[in-house]
């Protein structure tokens, strides 16, 4: 590492003799020629009140989460002139506890060959001495994907305002010779430490209809070397966006992401292109061969596992050094078509950052909304042991339904005789629920809430769980079904579905959600399926939102818990 801090040092000390080897902001010029697409006014009706989003324009990825000198930092992709997507830089914001965050000016902006076209995204390391490095894809003149490096400039700011970047940029670039698809090579990881004192980062890829998780190495975090082989890559799977790769237990305490070590099991995530959809695998990292082995019967083609089964993608973990803890981020994307989300002068949202971990039993991950979430709650309403009969439905009242966070738990053992017959045809769980909907009467289900609801119960937003019988044992499916979710019939209504790995007969069923105006994020089964919803209801806005608990099977379903909060604003990006 000595040689990154000498060269750190002459970096400084250029641009303090001012060399230049950075354009000052009139780098920026870059996007003179470029329409902006801002209206006059952004629209309000939909905007969340406690999900990070900027005031304005277009978000996506969020990029480098980390925390520094006791600070969180967010970096997200961001189009400073329009709500549209295009003009990319890093935007940038910190938080004392991940919920209220303060604007900065754009860290990474283009300024240099290998990234004039824009600064796409990237992840942030801590390399020794807890000093922070960022890797992120540059778009250079040729219009290739290539692999860039900044510094902080100033080490004792907290805010980590001014970045540096390297005058050997690109690092990393493809070329004939490494066989590397130059405009499918993007999105490099937070690197890991080897025991052989080595640095190692993926980025994703894809060769043809191949995606890969292509391996490079470094000593000095600079100068990097391919390695022969990926370290994961699958035929058939199309593009790798946004790979993440990281250590796991069976204990919410997060590990480091360079942990090797018994008992510690690696998790490969990756974004794929062609489905929009973010999965992962569990298995082995064979660090001698820099390898990753996914578990024994893992689902091939990343078809299996999916951190949500609804709006969320381009996802980012971190490890959060003061508390110990892996933490997600993911963007919710909007479900308006892009005329409309024009309009309404912005686009996108990030999910509430998640607590991620293994469950016990090995096969999965753990996700739940990070305690500081809490401090927002107010107005609580609880509910003791309720009886819910056959085709009842029960208002929640005294909060205020368009922004609240609901926790209810179902006791549903001494119904499950009434529970229908699965078809061993019904494997897939988004169809299955788009099929049987919140409408269509069941033996043991639907049952589960109806958010964001006009008090005549012509919108809503339903949430629920439905039981079925199979061979030996009994199959839980959580549906949020968007199909009445707004009278509007512009907006992408489709219907979300997971398989839910609890048994019925000796656990009771959980649900949670957060409800933020036009964001529905829900965990069932206290966090082993998560569905977000984006939706646009036309009636259930502010306070004409109403909640309600359903129950529409035949069966009787017992509400063991509730409770409910009206949730406060959260400052966000607001300037002083």
Not at 147 to 169: C, G, T
Not at 337 to 357: K, M, N, T
Not at 543 to 562: D, Q, W
Request: glycine share 8%; with cysteine.
């Amino acid at each position: 590492m000595a040689s990154f801090y000498l060269w750190l040092m002459c970096l400084c000390w250029m641009i303090v003799l001012g060399h230049g080897i950075l354009e000052a902001e009139a780098s920026h010029r870059v996007y003179r020629n470029l329409a902006s697409l801002q209206p006059a006014s952004p629209s309000q009706t939909y905007r969340t009140s406690y999900h990070f989003q900027p005031p304005k324009n277009w978000m996506n990825d969020p990029n480098g989460p980390t925390v520094y000198k006791g600070l969180y930092h967010l970096f997200y992709q961001y189009n400073p002139l329009g709500p549209d997507w295009g003009n990319i830089v890093w935007a940038h914001s910190t938080s004392k506890d991940l919920i209220n965050w303060n604007p900065h000016k754009a860290a990474i902006f283009p300024s240099q060959k290998g990234d004039v076209n824009g600064c796409w995204s990237g992840s942030t390391t801590m390399l020794r001495g807890e000093n922070p490095a960022i890797l992120y894809t540059g778009i250079d003149p040729k219009n290739q994907q290539v692999q860039n490096l900044a510094v902080p400039r100033n080490l004792s700011d907290p805010y980590l305002i001014e970045w540096v970047k390297s005058p050997y940029n690109p690092l990393m670039t493809p070329t004939p010779e490494n066989k590397i698809n130059s405009s499918s090579f993007r999105d490099p990881t937070t690197a890991w430490l080897g025991p052989d004192g080595r640095w190692r980062v993926i980025v994703g890829n894809k060769l043809n209809r191949r995606g890969k998780a292509l391996l490079y190495r470094s000593k000095d975090f600079v100068r990097w070397t391919k390695a022969q082989h990926p370290l994961y890559s699958i035929q058939g799977t199309g593009m790798w966006e946004c790979p993440d790769f990281y250590p796991v237990s069976s204990s919410p305490i997060g590990l480091d992401t360079s942990t090797i070590g018994e008992g510690v099991k690696h998790v490969l995530k990756v974004s794929l292109d062609d489905t929009k959809h973010d999965q992962y695998a569990i298995g082995t990292y064979v660090h001698s061969k820099d390898v990753f082995v996914p578990n024994a019967g893992a689902a091939e083609k990343f078809s299996g596992l999916r951190y949500d089964y609804g709006k969320f993608y381009a996802s980012k973990t971190f490890y959060d050094s003061l508390k110990k803890r892996r933490i997600l981020w993911g963007w919710i994307n909007e479900s308006l078509s892009r005329e409309d989300y024009i309009a309404q002068g912005w686009s996108g949202v990030q999910a509430i950052p998640r607590l991620i971990w293994l469950d016990k039993s090995g096969k999965q991950l753990v996700q739940w909304p990070i305690s500081e979430i809490e401090t927002l709650r107010q107005k609580k309403v609880g509910y003791p042991l309720t009886l819910l009969k056959s085709g009842s439905t029960l208002e929640v009242q005294g909060i205020k339904a368009a922004q609240a966070d609901v926790d209810v738990s179902f006791q549903v053992a001494s119904q499950l005789e009434q529970a229908d017959a699965l078809d061993p045809s019904w494997t897939d769980p988004q169809l299955l629920c788009s099929q049987k909907g919140a409408s269509v009467r069941g033996g043991t289900g639907p049952f589960g809430l109806k958010v964001l609801a006009s008090k005549d119960l012509q919108e809503y937003t339903a949430v629920f769980f439905r039981i079925f019988k199979a061979r030996n044992k009994y199959v839980v499916l959580m549906c949020s079904d968007q199909s009445r979710s707004s009278l509007n019939e512009k907006p992408d209504k489709t219907t979300y579905g997971a398989f839910l790995d609890v048994d019925p007969l000796h656990e009771e069923l959980s649900l949670r959600s957060l409800i933020d105006h036009s964001i529905v994020e829900s965990f069932g089964g206290k966090g082993k399926a998560c569905i977000t919803s984006r939706v646009y209801p036309t009636k259930a806005l502010g306070n004409e939102a109403r909640l309600y608990v359903f129950n529409y099977g035949k069966a009787n379903v017992a509400i063991s818990s509730m409770n409910a909060w009206t949730m406060k604003n959260a400052s966000i990006n607001r300037k002083n």
